[in-house]
């Protein structure tokens, strides 16, 4: 089971509720993925409007947990303020906490990200960092408070995939008992494969499924790498060589001396 | 009094945000507020009084990554 925040799940797969092309395709991805996760936001929204009413009620209905981000924010102000508002909404402690730095690549500042955790950690928040792979970020948002990291693969919406294995290697070897999220920048199946056989514990996806030509078919294709590469991870993968070591036995091998 | 409700200038008489909220079309919507940058519970609304010039955030919930 992974445990984040003392709440217990049985679906490593952590799904984004954005850029489906319907309410309803949105309903069966969470289900093809058997999600127990979704991410969500809030927007202004106009007084003539509902969309986010009828929004919220398909949600409710799911009966999944939600995590609602502050996506968009630039500054640790507009941060924590989001996160209040969010928390009134939503009902729930957890936050998913995005400071942008950049915007072409959508980085986080890990400065204002850290100053923002300390922040909310110290108000009763159960924060879930959208950070990048650094080492000593993810050490200090551990001091600010976090029990959870969300490393990046990718930038957001690139389906990159894990782009700098060296250094997700290396902080999952770094921080062996702490829940690690890969967030953002999957493209396919098979890049959360490999997160979870690298010893990721979950990843969060949104793009890669929601812009598939069949979401719902692909949401059923991440449920099943997800489960697969945390598998393989239980069954200790062997290390890569660099020659070739016969798989077949050499004992007895007919013509040889 | 004008104030700014999401990026858009409005008049409203209400001189309270629980009050401005009401006339404004959002009375029983779930929704989050902010004034001048600050959230404001849904407890301290009917004692929040706004100005002339206030910006408000009303927002609700939405689809996120």
């Known amino acids: ?257 | 009094m004008r104030i700014l409700v999401n990026g858009v200038w409005r008049e409203t008489a209400g001189r309270e945000l629980a009050a401005a909220l009401e006339e404004l079309g959002y009375g029983s919507r779930l929704v989050s507020t902010a004034v001048n940058g600050e959230f404001v519970s849904l407890e301290e609304r009917a004692c929040t009084a706004l100005a002339d010039g206030d910006r408000l955030e009303v927002l609700a919930p939405m689809q996120g990554g």
């Open chain 1, 1 to 257: 089971m992974l445990r984040l925040y003392g709440t217990e799940l049985a679906s490593r797969l952590l799904l984004g509720t954005a850029r489906y092309p319907s309410p309803a395709v949105l309903t069966e991805a969470i289900r093809a993925a058997r999600a127990e996760v979704v991410t969500v936001s809030l927007r202004r929204e106009a007084a003539g409007e509902r969309a986010g009413q009828g929004f919220w009620s398909i949600i409710r209905a799911l009966e999944v947990r939600v995590l609602p981000n502050t996506a968009g924010c630039h500054t640790v102000k507009e941060a924590v303020t989001t996160a209040h508002m969010a928390r009134e909404v939503f009902a729930t402690p957890w936050v998913k906490l995005e400071v942008i730095g950049e915007d072409d690549t959508l980085q986080p500042d890990v400065f204002a990200l850290t100053e923002a955790a300390r922040i909310l950690c110290a108000e009763g928040f159960e924060v879930f960092p959208y950070t990048t792979e650094d080492l000593v970020v993810a050490d200090r948002l551990l001091a600010a408070g976090c029990r959870v990291l969300m490393p990046w693969g990718a930038p957001i919406g690139s389906g990159r995939g894990l782009n700098n294995l060296f250094a997700l290697t290396a902080l999952r070897a770094h921080f062996p008992t702490v829940p690690l999220i890969i967030d953002a920048g999957l493209g396919v199946p098979s890049h959360a494969a490999r997160a979870l056989e690298l010893g990721f514990d979950a990843v969060l996806v949104n793009t890669a499924i929601a812009q598939a030509t069949d979401p719902v078919a692909m949401a059923a294709a991440f449920a099943q790498a997800v489960a697969a590469g945390h598998a393989a991870r239980l069954a200790g993968p062997i290390e890569p060589r660099n020659f070739a070591v016969p798989s077949t036995p050499v004992v007895g091998q007919a013509f040889r001396g």
